[in-house]
């Protein structure tokens, strides 16, 4: 079971594409904290989902920020998935509020998921060109500075671990830069941090940035796409890599 704290009343779209990322991985089920309208537009979309307007039941891991506005609901949830020490992605206007909760809440199985936009404002030293420069040495140096699993995104996807574990995938296509894009990874990402036992973070932030990459390659085989084309091409992507089978759940023998 997926925690999932994203969409407001600008960006409701960005819930629907990260819960379609994650239930294109198998995950069990997506626990959705939005305001009203946005569960609503989430469950036209997909009636599997099980929608409050605060934190509550239980999950196995969190995913919080793509398209959240000021909504005090999803802050509590914020807080409380931080705070359960549980696997937690942490995107988008999530990172706005990182700086404060960092001090007390740091660990590996925090994974953070910028672009060099959102880093530079992270790590007040580098400017974005520099991080577009040298993406490896600025992951590296966020993880090991902020105590946290690093996700870089850019046309190559750089995953580092604060022991200075570092993967690097160029496996995705330009396609991939577009609207709700990254959205539809954080959904990803958090159902493997739910689902795939025994991987580390930022091995299992590694194969969501690989899946994510295989389906915009797949997508972009018939032309351009939107990010909405992202969850049916995981799909066919993981089918393809030979792995249709979705990934195990706790307590399934
Ligand atoms: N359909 C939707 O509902 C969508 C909602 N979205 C949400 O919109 C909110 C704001 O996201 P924005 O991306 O507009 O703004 P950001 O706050 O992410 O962008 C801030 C700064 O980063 C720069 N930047 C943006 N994308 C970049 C990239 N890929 N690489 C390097 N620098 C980059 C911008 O030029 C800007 O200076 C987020 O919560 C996001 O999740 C977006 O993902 C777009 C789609
Ligand atoms: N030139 C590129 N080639 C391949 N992938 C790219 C390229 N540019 C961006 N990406 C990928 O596209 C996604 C964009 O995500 P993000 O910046 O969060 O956009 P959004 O907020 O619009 O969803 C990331 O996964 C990133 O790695």
């Known amino acids: 079971m997926l925690g999932l704290v994203a969409g407001s009343e600008p960006y ?26 946005v569960r609503r537009l989430v469950l036209a979309a997909h009636p599997e989902v099980v929608g409050s307007s605060e934190p509550s039941g239980r999950v ?58 959102e880093l530079e404002r992270l790590l007040e030293g580098p400017s974005r060109e520099a991080i ?12 090991a500075q902020l105590g946290v699993t690093v996700l870089l995104k850019g046309p190559a996807t750089v995953c580092a671990a604060p022991d200075g574990t570092a993967w690097v995938q160029g496996e995705g296509h330009p396609y991939l830069a577009t609207a709700g894009s990254g959205d539809t990874l954080t959904g990803i990402l958090g159902a493997l941090l739910a689902t795939a036992r025994g991987l580390r973070p930022v091995e299992a932030a590694a194969l ?16 351009p796409f939107g990010a909405g084309a992202l969850a049916p091409a995981v799909r066919e992507a993981l089918s393809r890599l030979g792995s249709a089978e979705p990934p195990r ?3 399934q023998g």
């Open 12 to 37: 409701p779209g960005a819930a629907v594409l990260a819960t379609a990322g994650a239930l294109a991985m198998g995950v069990g089920m997506v626990r959705l904290v939005a305001p009203d309208a």
């Open 60 to 117: 196995q891991a969190w995913a919080a920020g793509p398209g959240i506005a000021d909504d005090a609901g999803q802050r509590r949830a914020l807080a409380v998935a931080l705070e359960s020490g549980l696997p937690a992605v942490v995107d988008a206007s999530a990172l706005d509020a990182l700086p404060e909760l960092l001090d007390r809440l740091a660990g590996e199985h925090v994974v953070i998921t910028p672009h060099a936009g």
């Open 132 to 143: 577009e420069a040298e993406p490896v040495r600025w992951a590296r140096e966020a993880s």
């Open 208 to 223: 969501a940035a690989f899946v994510h990459g295989s389906a915009g390659r797949m997508a972009a085989e018939s032309g």
């Open 249 to 251: 759940r706790p307590g």
